[in-house]
């Protein structure tokens, strides 16, 4: 559909063929009305409204990242582990084992369910969190104004904003009253910007383009009239939702690790298979006979419980992130945003308050502090003394009387109504007790010309004027400084002090204005040109969105975690130069969006390696920042909010919108999505997601090391010529049963101590390293010679039956397993440092399980399922004998480690 629309932008490399787009902001408003045939006034009529729906479609945004239920389900199955399971419940259908096909089934499915039940119920959440851009929109139709919805929008339409109205498509202004825009979702620019009517060169950067307002953008000020030029996808934020729906979705780290893990444990299987018939038909054993062994000891290999501890485990990890204010799409999100190396973050409304404030204010007699963030006036004080406080009362009694903006209480705190630089200082007098009723008796507005607004106060049968605006634009207009007694002539010297403030403030990063009145003598003309002139210069505020309170302290722990954060932002330089080092970021220097356009990939790579703020950036400039750094294989991370996030966010191993003032774009094309759009809580879900991986490598080894004391057993006893040591069914049990439950108890284990204080792990780290493959395969053999020694001591030194020989080798195994899910507890620590009651779950699991073992010993006929038999006092005696020495033999390698570790 976006091939059928006219709009404003430029087309986007490589994706399907749109027609040339007009250059709405360089055309006059009587050629837009002429070449889109409407009516700037009248608008159009009902019927060719109605036309112009059936040829460009509706104004909506085909939103990527929107999955359909049975997409969803079907990849709950494509994991290469969940290819294996199924494999093996067909081969054991095929050998006649029906019981265990059927469990294997019932375990997949449920593992699917739980999988599908996971990620659908956090689709349905986001779509909780999701608003619809514009629910209407005030239009003109057939010279009537009237509400329409806004997904009715056709070009040609002429549309009416006001203070408080989201645009609801690309409009090209044709009436301009103070119309200011806030475009931070669009551009990253955290200040509003001024809109006008003018038209502006046709290679205008789109952030200049005063003459056109952008659909998604929010009216901060003013009120405006405009033609639509652009609907749906032919808008600035439909480019950018195609640009996200080019990039592809990458398999996350995790995903990755377990399907090389997956075709490992396949590659041992069938080399199991062959290897067991092959040596059984050598010992002079039936061929036939053999080759069923070996499926049936391949089968074996495989961990049928792993994938539902994984799922479950992560399922689980989700609840905890949303308790970090963190809603994850993806089950495997927060594993990977744990293997981070890199977070890449906007600025506005992350690092800051998105909330402006005056922090410092310039008058003639001194420069006031200003405390306190945010529009909340009980928070915070204006540090004036005896010398600055009476210059301050002026300036502010100025301030409130140029103004269209206020502050008010709501459910969720204090906040702007209106343009919010103007609420910024509407609070600023509030902290200071100073409160204005205004009645202006006339008004020259503000506009990107002018850069500057005046108010009409009556007073004494005269008029004073009062003006705000930049102060390089202010300060030639003013012939005096101070106001009543303080007043004097403004000198070269006066001027030269007023530009040393305002220039330290703006290379501070802050936002100057200034402000100044005079009394307008009788028979003034009332025009701009004869208002404003010989002001008397008031003094000058510095406002800035400040940083808020925990980012610092949350960069900091990033540091120490080894992760990198790179400010990506649309803001200006000098801002973000102020925000990062007020947050403590590592840099060198600022980068420009047109510097960004000229360097080579290499000098970008250098820009990131030496340290430096991204300021200025397009969407393309963010999506090639992120492939950059993943190229070099880095995990990157990156958060959003704008529509002109949305690439990146996709394109990112991992993509994180904000909740509260994230676009539907972004959300679509996130990852996860922070509640509280907060950078520190990405950083409590980075801990968050190593120590789900810390778990999952725990149980993973845990599971591998049982089924290799499983394979061993039987393997040997092949070897050895000797009857089954243990029968497919109780290998099942051990599998799916005991292991899996006390497995999916390690997947709650708390963090371990110092788990923020070391690097990222690599990101082509394999999930199984030498060491953990040794620790595998050694406390595997140990469960295996054990299980071994009790099946062959009973048999052959005890003569006790086959039956009761079977029952001490699969019991034995499931209590050696169960001594040896303690050395997995921990990766490196032993259990007095952990302490041993610090997962009371695995403790109920441990004990429930066992408990379930004892029952599968003496109930009667789980005794007939089992194939087995009860079991004396002395039989125990053995079994613990046997079983409690790998618990001893792993505290103490640990032990030895940790202090070795610890000199």
Not at 365 to 388: F, K, N, R
Not at 615 to 623: G, V
Not at 869 to 881: K, P, R, S, V
Request: negative net charge; hydrophobic residues 50%.
């Amino acid at each position: 559909m976006a091939g059928k629309h006219p709009g404003v932008g430029t087309d986007i490399a490589g994706s399907a063929a749109v027609p040339a787009r007009p250059a709405w902001h360089a055309m006059e408003t009587g050629a837009v009305a002429a070449e889109l045939g409407t009516d700037p006034t009248g608008g159009l009529s009902e019927a060719e409204a109605a036309n112009r729906l059936d040829r460009y479609g509706p104004n909506v945004l085909e939103v990527s990242g929107r999955t359909r239920w049975y997409v969803v389900l079907g990849r709950q199955f494509l994991d290469v582990l969940i290819v294996i399971l199924g494999v093996a419940a067909v081969v054991s259908a095929w050998l006649g084992e029906v019981t265990d096909a059927i469990t294997i089934l019932i375990i997949l499915v449920l593992n699917g369910v739980l999988g599908f039940v996971q990620e659908w119920r956090a689709e349905r959440a986001i779509e909780a969190l999701q608003e619809m851009l514009a629910l209407d929109a005030r239009v003109v139709r057939d010279g009537r104004e009237q509400s329409v919805d806004a997904t009715r929008l056709v070009p040609g339409d002429v549309v009416l904003v006001e203070v408080g109205a989201q645009i609801p498509a690309d409009l090209r202004n044709i009436q301009s009253v103070d119309l200011k825009v806030d475009e931070s979702a669009l551009t990253g620019e955290s200040e509003s910007v001024a809109k006008s009517v003018d038209a502006v060169g046709a290679g205008t950067p789109l952030a200049e383009q005063v003459g056109v307002s952008w659909m998604g953008t929010t009216v901060t000020n003013g009120r405006a009239r405009g033609i639509v030029v652009g609907t749906g996808m032919a808008t600035e934020f439909g480019r950018i939702a195609e640009l996200t729906q080019s990039v592809a979705a990458d398999a996350t780290p995790l995903q990755r690790r377990l399907a090389r893990l997956g075709t490992w444990l396949g590659i041992i299987a069938v080399a199991i298979s062959v290897g067991v018939a092959v040596t059984g038909w050598a010992l002079g054993r039936d061929l036939e006979e053999m080759f069923f062994t070996g499926v049936s000891l391949a089968v074996a290999v495989v961990p049928e419980g792993l994938p539902a501890v994984v799922t479950i485990t992560l399922a689980l990890g989700i609840r905890r992130m949303v308790a970090r204010k963190a809603l994850l799409r993806r089950l495997q999100a927060a594993e990977t945003l744990g293997a981070a190396t890199v977070i890449c973050t906007d600025k506005t409304g992350t690092l800051t308050q998105n909330e402006m404030t005056v922090r410092r204010v310039w008058v003639p007699s001194g420069t006031v502090e200003v405390t306190g963030v945010g529009y909340d006036p009980t928070q915070g004080t204006v540090e004036a003394d005896s010398t600055t406080r009476h210059d301050l009362e002026h300036l502010l009694e100025t301030a409130l009387w140029c103004n269209h903006a206020g502050i008010e209480e709501g459910d969720s705190g204090w906040h702007s109504v209106g343009e919010p630089t103007e609420a910024a200082l509407v609070t600023l007098a509030a902290k200071a007790g100073m409160a204005v009723a205004v009645q202006p008796a006339g008004e020259f507005s503000f506009n990107s010309r002018r850069k500057r607004m005046t108010v009409l106060q009556r007073a004494g049968g005269g008029l004073i004027a009062h003006t705000k605006g930049a102060p390089e634009m202010l300060l030639p207009l003013c012939s005096s400084i101070g106001w009543g007694d303080g007043a004097r002539p403004l000198d070269e010297d006066g001027r030269r002090a007023v530009v040393v403030a305002y220039e330290s403030f703006a290379g501070s990063g802050f936002r100057t204005l200034a402000l100044a009145r005079r009394v307008v003598p009788a028979g003034t003309p009332m025009t701009e040109e004869a208002v404003e002139q010989d002001l008397a210069l008031l003094g000058v505020v510095a406002i800035l969105d400040p940083p808020r309170s925990e980012v610092p302290g949350a960069v900091a722990e990033a540091k120490a975690a080894g992760i990198s954060v790179v400010m990506i932002t649309g803001d200006a330089p000098a801002t973000a130069v102020a925000i990062a080092e007020q947050v403590g970021l590592d840099f060198t220097r600022a980068v420009g969006g047109s510097e960004l356009n000229d360097l080579s990939d290499a000098a970008l790579r250098s820009a990131l390696a030496e340290g430096s703020v991204f300021a200025r950036t397009t969407p393309e400039h963010k999506l090639r920042i992120v492939s950059l750094l993943q190229g070099d294989g880095e995990v990157v991370g990156m958060t959003g909010d704008g529509v002109n996030d949305a690439p990146a966010l996709k394109q990112a191993d991992i993509g994180i919108a904000m909740g509260l003032r994230g676009t539907d774009v972004a959300k679509g094309a996130s990852d996860m999505i922070l509640t509280d759009d907060n950078f520190a809580s990405i950083i409590g879900a980075i801990g968050e997601g190593r120590r789900q991986y810390d778990n999952i490598q725990k149980f993973i080894r845990y599971l591998l090391s049982s089924n290799t004391g499983e394979m061993i057993a039987v393997f040997v006893n092949i070897l050895l010529n000797a009857p089954l040591i243990l029968l497919p069914v109780q290998i099942l049990w051990m599998n799916l049963v005991t292991d899996g439950l006390t497995a999916l108890a390690l997947g709650v284990e708390p963090s371990e101590e110092g788990i923020m204080s070391r690097p990222p792990r690599a990101p082509d780290e394999p999930i199984l390293s030498r060491r953990s493959l040794i620790q595998v395969v050694g406390f595997g053999a140990y469960i295996g010679i054990g299980a071994l020694f009790l099946f062959h001591f009973y048999r052959s030194v005890l003569d006790r039956d086959l039956v009761v020989a079977q029952t001490m080798a699969f019991t034995g195994m499931v209590v050696l397993e169960h001594m040896n899910v303690f050395n997995f507890r921990a990766l490196h620590a032993p259990i007095r440092v952990i302490g041993f009651f610090s997962n009371p779950w695995l403790l109920v699991a441990w004990a429930g399980t066992i408990s379930l073992q004892l029952a599968v010993v003496y109930v009667p006929f789980l005794q007939d399922a089992f194939q087995t038999t009860a079991l004396g006092a002395e039989d125990w005696l053995w079994i613990a004998a046997v079983s409690v020495p790998i618990f001893i033999i792993g505290e103490a390698i640990k032990t030895a480690g940790w202090r070795a570790q610890a000199r």
